[in-house]
C-alpha cells in the first residue's frame, strides 16, 4: 500500500481511456474449474456455483530478516475468522521465491503453504499476491537486489516513502529496466524471470481450491514516466488556477515547492477538493498513463498468464490497473487472452480504493466525492470488461480512531457495487481499534 498525498495522485494520473472489450464472437477458453472458486461475467462462484462475495484483510510480514513470514501464527487466522471474514489477501515477495537468479527458495514457498494450511483450518479462502513497495528489496520490498538494475544511481529516501518513486533516479531506473525485460545478470529477461517465479508459485497451488487465485503485480508504477506524469499536471492545476480572476495562482515550479512542505501539501489538498481541479490533473496526465498500460503493463501480464498456464488452468488470475487507478482513474488494461486471441475465462479485476489523503496527516480532508469517483470508475470498468471485480486494498488507517466514518463510507460504496474488498492490513491491535465494529458489520452481511 503506498500513499503519499501528491505523488500518489501524480501516480494515478490516466483519466478517460477505458480499456478496449473483446469483440463478442472471441469467447473465453475454457470450463469453470470443477471445486475450485470460479469467475462467472462479473461474479465470483464458489464450487456448487453459488455466488461468492469476499470480505477479508491482507496479511503481510514484509521483513526480509523474518523470512516474509515469521511471527504470523494460527491464531491470527482464527481472529480474523472471528471478525467475520471469509478471506485474506496474503503477501509473497519474489525476493523470497528467487533469491538468486533461477534458484527457487523451497523453504520459503512451504512457509507460504503453511500459512495457507493455517487459513483453510480457519474456513478462510487465500488470494497470493506478488507484492512490491518502490519495486525492490533495496528500496523497501519486492524484487530481489540482483534484479534490481539500478546503473548505479542514488537512492533517495524521504519523510514519505513513496515519494521516491518521483524523487530516486535509483528506483525509477530499475523500473524502466523491468518494464523493459532489460537482462538479468545471467542473461534472461527481468519479466521472464518473474514470469518464472509465478510459475514456481502455481506449481505448488495448482491442486489447492481454498486458493483463490493469483493477484500478479500489487500496485505496478512506472519508472520514468512519473516524473512527465507530475509536470503535467501540475502544469494543469496552475492553469486552472489562473483562469480564476483574483485567485492565487501559483507556477507549476511554485506548486513543486508547495508539494515539499507541510502547508504546502495541505493547501493542494484543499484545492484538489473540488472536483473541477481534481478531474482537470488527472486528465493533464492521461496519454503517458495509457501508454504505459498498453505498452508496458499488458505485455509483462500476458508473458505471466502464458507462465502461469502452462502449469495451472484453473485458479483466477487477478489483474491490478497501474497504481494510477488507485484512486478511480479509468484504466486502459484489458481482459487477458491466449496464443489464439482467445480470453482467458477466469480473470478478475484487482482495484484498489484511496483516497489522497489516506496514510497523510491530512486524513480530515478526505473526500467523499473522490471515493464516490473511485468506486464508480472501478465498477464501470468491471462492467465493461465483464470482469468480477474485487477491491484488493482499502483502509491504511493504521489504528486511527478518527477513521470510523470513512471506514463505514467507503465500505457503503463497495457493497453498493456488489463487490468484494480485502482492508488493508492485519494485525492484532485491530481488535481495539473503534473501526473494526464496521468491518465486522459488513461481514456479518456476506
Known amino acids: 500500500m503506498s500513499r503519499c498525498l501528491l505523488p500518489l495522485l501524480f501516480s494515478a494520473l490516466a483519466c478517460c481511456g477505458a480499456a478496449q472489450s473483446l469483440s463478442s464472437n472471441q469467447k473465453p477458453s475454457g470450463q469453470p474449474p470443477a471445486g475450485f472458486v470460479s469467475v462467472s461475467e462479473t461474479h465470483f462462484q464458489d464450487a456448487s456455483g453459488r455466488p461468492l462475495l469476499f470480505h477479508g484483510i491482507n496479511v503481510a510480514n514484509k521483513s526480509k530478516d523474518q523470512g516474509y513470514t515469521d511471527n504470523i501464527t494460527p491464531a491470527d487466522f482464527a481472529l480474523i475468522r472471528s471478525w467475520g471474514m471469509n478471506a485474506v489477501r496474503l ?8 533469491p538468486q537468479p533461477g534458484h ?22 487465500v488470494l497470493l499476491d506478488m507484492h512490491q513497495d ?17 546503473d548505479g544511481k542514488p537512492f533517495a529516501n524521504s519523510d514519505e516513502w513513496s515519494d521516491a518513486y518521483y524523487t530516486s533516479d535509483a528506483v525509477q531506473t530499475a523500473l524502466d529496466h523491468f518494464w523493459t525485460n532489460s537482462r538479468a545478470p545471467d542473461g534472461v529477461g527481468l519479466q521472464d524471470h518473474y514470469a518464472k517465479a509465478w510459475q514456481f508459485v502455481a506449481a505448488r497451488f495448482k491442486n489447492e481450491p481454498d486458493v483463490i487465485g493469483y493477484d500478479l503485480m500489487n500496485e505496478p508504477f512506472p519508472g520514468q514516466d512519473a516524473a512527465r506524469m507530475e509536470q503535467a499536471t501540475l502544469t494543469r492545476l496552475s492553469e486552472l488556477l489562473a483562469a480564476r480572476p483574483g485567485q492565487p495562482h501559483p507556477s507549476p515550479k511554485d506548486l513543486f515547492s508547495m508539494e515539499g512542505t507541510p502547508e504546502g501539501r495541505k493547501q493542494i489538498t484543499q484545492w484538489m477538493g473540488e472536483m473541477t481541479l481534481f478531474r482537470g490533473m488527472l486528465q493533464a496526465a492521461t496519454p503517458v498513463m495509457q501508454n504505459f498500460d498498453r505498452t508496458r503493463l499488458m505485455p509483462m501480464y500476458a508473458r505471466v498468464r502464458k507462465s502461469i498456464r502452462q502449469v495451472d488452468s484453473r485458479h483466477i488470475l487477478f489483474l491490478e ?16 487472452v491466449d496464443e489464439q486471441g482467445i480470453r482467458d475465462s477466469q480473470q478478475a479485476y484487482a482495484p484498489h480504493v484511496y483516497d489522497i489523503v489516506v496514510d497523510t496527516a491530512l486524513l480530515d480532508l478526505m473526500s467523499n466525492k473522490r471515493i464516490d469517483l473511485i468506486v464508480r470508475h472501478h465498477h464501470e470498468f468491471s462492467e465493461k470488461n465483464r470482469m468480477a471485480m474485487l477491491v484488493g486494498e482499502w483502509g491504511a488507517f493504521y489504528l486511527n480512531p478518527a477513521a470510523v466514518e470513512p471506514t463505514r463510507y467507503i465500505l457503503r460504496q463497495i457493497e453498493g457495487v456488489e463487490s ?17 465494529e464496521a468491518l465486522k458489520k459488513h461481514g456479518a452481511r456476506n
Not at 91 to 96: A, K, R, S, T
Open 91 to 98: 503477501c509473497i515477495f519474489w525476493d523470497g521465491l528467487e
Open 104 to 125: 527457487f527458495d523451497e523453504a520459503y514457498l512451504e512457509r507460504i503453504e503453511t500459512l495457507v494450511g493455517y487459513a483453510k483450518q480457519q474456513g478462510l479462502y
Open 134 to 150: 518502490l519495486y525492490s528489496v533495496k528500496f523497501s520490498d519486492g524484487a530481489p537486489a540482483w534484479a534490481t538494475l539500478d
Open 321 to 336: 490497473p497501474a497504481m494510477s487507478a488507485n484512486l478511480g482513474i479509468r484504466s486502459a488494461i484489458a481482459p487477458l
Open 420 to 436: 468484494g474488498d480485502m482492508f488493508w492490513a492485519y494485525r492484532r491491535e485491530l481488535a481495539d481499534w473503534p473501526g473494526l
